[in-house]
């Protein structure tokens, strides 16, 4: 990918003539936690930064691509073995940190591809927080939200995506087929909100444990998942994706 700023493929001496043209950092956001029987934890972070570079490629030479945040809010899948969480003080400290850190090198727009739902809600109060307390610009995204009409459409198994299911199970086949054993996917064994009326439908929201939603650590079913969809999930991401920072950027270059 020679066409793209990927800040931990260059040198010093490269980094510092790629910060006179680049206008926005791009930092992929993901976490460490167990994907089911058949996926690594690697899964969140493969697909955010597989998916800053992709946009690094398409935006070249207007943005720069940090290295991925491979830690992030876990808490709901630390009884699965493996799991490591951040506090969300510390999941914040470290954002900040890295964003004051690309701030010295002249940047002053700032965009966090997410691979991990649940990042959202520190992420939702982390731009905020951003933007008054550093004066920049920042926003974010949810891959598989970005995408998400794709695999409403074209998913066989659309009732139960969720975590580990064809969606992101195909988004991972596409961009970093390496954290996914194929041989070993199967449905996930679902057991359903753990009180009445709650879930994303109804509007009531509980921070319920992974393990009180399924007992192999997938809320979905992945055995229709294919690298074709994933690719097709994550072109229309790409597509919303790049248009927003291009006018994210434009405009803002005129203020």
Same mark, same amino acid.
């Given at each position: 990918?020679?066409?793209?700023? +990927?800040?931990?493929?260059?040198?010093?001496? !490269?980094?510092?003539?790629?910060?006179?043209?680049?206008?926005?950092?791009?930092?992929?956001?993901?976490?460490? !936690?167990?994907?089911?029987?058949?996926?690594?934890?690697?899964?969140?972070?493969?697909?955010?930064?597989?998916?800053?570079?992709?946009?690094?490629?398409?935006?070249?030479?207007?943005?720069?691509?940090?290295?991925?945040?491979?830690?992030? +809010?876990?808490?709901?899948?630390? @009884?699965?073995?493996?799991?490591?969480?951040?506090?969300?003080?510390?999941?914040?400290?470290?954002?900040?940190d890295v964003v004051r850190s690309l701030m010295k090198?002249?940047?002053?727009?700032?965009?966090?591809?997410?691979?991990?739902?649940g990042n959202n809600p520190s992420l939702e109060v982390m731009i905020v927080r951003l933007r008054h307390e550093?004066?920049?610009?920042?926003?974010?995204?949810?891959?598989?939200?970005?995408?998400?009409?794709?695999?409403?459409?074209?998913?066989?198994?659309?009732?139960?995506?969720?975590?580990?299911?064809?969606?992101?199970?195909?988004?991972?086949?596409?961009?970093? #087929?390496?954290?996914?054993?194929?041989?070993?996917?199967? #449905?996930?064994?679902?057991?359903?909100?753990?009180?009445?009326?709650?879930?994303?439908?109804?509007?009531?929201?509980?921070?319920?444990?992974? !393990?009180?939603?399924?007992?192999?650590?997938?809320?979905?079913?992945?055995?229709?998942?294919?690298?074709?969809?994933?690719?097709?999930?994550?072109?229309?991401?790409?597509?919303?994706?790049? !248009?927003?920072?291009?006018?994210?950027?434009? @405009?803002?270059?005129?203020?």
């Open positions: 990918m020679s066409n793209a700023y +990927i800040l931990s493929d260059m040198t010093w001496l !490269e980094a510092k003539e790629a910060f006179v043209k680049a206008e926005l950092a791009v930092i992929p956001v993901g976490s460490f !936690e167990q994907h089911a029987p058949y996926m690594t934890f690697e899964v969140d972070s493969a697909r955010a930064y597989g998916f800053a570079k992709l946009l690094g490629e398409k935006l070249y030479p207007r943005v720069i691509v940090a290295p991925p945040i491979t830690f992030g +809010i876990s808490h709901h899948h630390m @009884k699965f073995p493996g799991t490591i969480t951040l506090e969300h003080d510390t999941f914040f400290a470290v954002i900040r090198h002249g940047i002053k727009q700032f965009f966090l591809t997410n691979g991990h739902g550093l004066g920049i610009k920042v926003a974010y995204a949810f891959i598989s939200a970005t995408g998400g009409e794709v695999t409403r459409n074209r998913s066989k198994t659309v009732s139960v995506d969720g975590h580990c299911g064809e969606g992101e199970t195909s988004q991972a086949m596409y961009l970093a #087929p390496h954290v996914v054993r194929p041989e070993r996917i199967v #449905p996930g064994t679902v057991k359903g909100y753990p009180y009445k009326h709650l879930g994303r439908s109804t509007g009531i929201a509980y921070p319920s444990n992974w !393990e009180e939603l399924t007992e192999n650590g997938a809320l979905g079913d992945a055995t229709a998942a294919s690298a074709e969809l994933g690719k097709q999930v994550i072109d229309a991401a790409q597509i919303k994706t790049s !248009e927003f920072l291009v006018d994210f950027m434009d @405009k803002n270059a005129c203020k």
